[in-house]
């Protein structure tokens, strides 16, 4: 890959923006350690199915144009484009925090979701190892957890997930937005290519953890064509439950998105975001819980239809949000999704889907 140049929309948070007179500096990563406070988040969104996630990182080496997370980035002084690929924010003692969390005498065994922000299993897990102690600790304390991830790396803790699955319950949900790997290398350039993330399902459902498919975010125009392929490779696979998710574009991410759609795709850019104007009501982006997840219009029914018919016909069960109908119907899906008795697949696993 060529190296990337220095590039951010201005951060809303500092008072002053600098712009290059000359040529913008290549973009290298760097690694900052951090000796965290907390580790575990609530959540209360109805958008999300989750209550509490973990995220040993900040910052996404797999530098994803449509990341909602990149705005998170702005809040530590950094930016929301080259930055968030490069500068990499590791949490030192997640799992030293997390057993300490899980051990309270108010906890619950809840479900603990990684990661809601950034990919837990990008490129820099491999050496740092966060991820996997953390599950470690859930598979010591018999605390169920369920992991959403692009990366193939997740392979490598199949003995964990799998040890998890049998003591308390284990969940991965494999996040495949295209199914064309050059269109993906254009839009998530540092991802592995969905035939890695295939392969991930199938790696992870030959030692008995249940998996699913996220195809996060449907990009109208570009990716929804896509998702009959997606799900029928999915369920080849072995995937039980398949779920999606409409592109959100909040704050920054807009100008990221919109930036690195018109470098690497001119031609085809005005015809995306006018799609994306179709599902946002004459707007590139949603804001209102509920909504955020999920277009309207005539379009988006298109998708919705397209990929319930696909779904069904690949025997694939309904994820979180699948099929909603109505202004309450996301948060009523979560209460489903939080009771006891969950989905239950063809197979006998629980039908959960983390996607964020």
């Not at 540092?190 to 996220?214: D, H, K, N, T």
């Not at 309904?318 to 969950?342: H, I, K, L, N, V």
Request: net charge neutral; with cysteine; aromatic share 8%.
């Amino acid at each position: 890959m060529k190296p990337r140049l220095v590039d951010h929309p201005p951060n809303p948070y500092l008072a002053q923006h600098a712009e290059w007179l000359g040529p913008p500096p290549e973009a290298k990563i760097e690694v900052y350690e951090e000796t965290a406070g907390s580790v575990l988040s609530q959540n209360d969104s109805p958008d999300v199915p989750y209550n509490w996630s973990v995220n040993p990182y900040r910052g996404c080496q797999h530098a994803c144009a449509y990341c909602y997370a990149r705005t998170y980035h702005e809040y530590l002084g950094y930016g929301a484009g080259t930055d968030f690929d490069t500068k990499l924010v590791v949490k030192r003692n997640a799992a030293e925090l997390l057993r300490k969390e899980l051990t309270r005498k108010k906890w619950r065994q809840e479900m603990v979701n990684f990661s809601g922000i950034t990919d837990c299993y990008q490129p820099i897990e491999a050496s740092y190892r966060i991820t996997r102690a953390c599950l470690e600790v859930c598979v010591e304390l018999r605390n169920p957890a369920a992991v959403t991830t692009k990366g193939f790396l997740v392979v490598r803790d199949c003995d964990v997930l799998a040890e998890l699955n049998e003591r308390a319950a284990a969940r991965v949900a494999i996040s495949i937005p295209f199914a064309d790997g050059d269109a993906a290398a254009a839009i998530e350039p540092m991802a592995p290519p969905p035939s890695r993330r295939f392969e991930a399902i199938r790696r992870l459902r030959a030692v008995g953890v249940p998996v699913g498919v996220i195809v996060s975010p449907v990009i109208p125009g570009l990716s929804d064509v896509d998702i009959p392929r997606i799900l029928e490779q999915s369920a080849a696979a072995g995937a039980l439950w398949a779920s999606y998710t409409a592109l959100r574009l909040p704050g920054s991410v807009e100008q990221v998105f919109v930036n690195r759609l018109r470098k690497v795709m001119p031609l085809r850019a005005d015809r995306i975001l006018n799609r994306l104007r179709d599902i946002r009501g004459g707007k590139l982006s949603e804001t209102r819980f509920g909504k955020r997840m999920r277009g309207e219009g005539v379009y988006w029914d298109s998708v919705r239809s397209l990929f319930e018919v696909s779904r069904k016909r690949c025997g694939l069960a309904p994820g979180y949000g699948c099929d909603d109908e109505g202004e309450d119907a996301p948060s009523a899906t979560r209460r489903e999704y939080m009771q006891d008795e969950a989905p239950v697949c063809d197979d006998g696993q629980l039908a959960f889907d983390f996607g964020s």
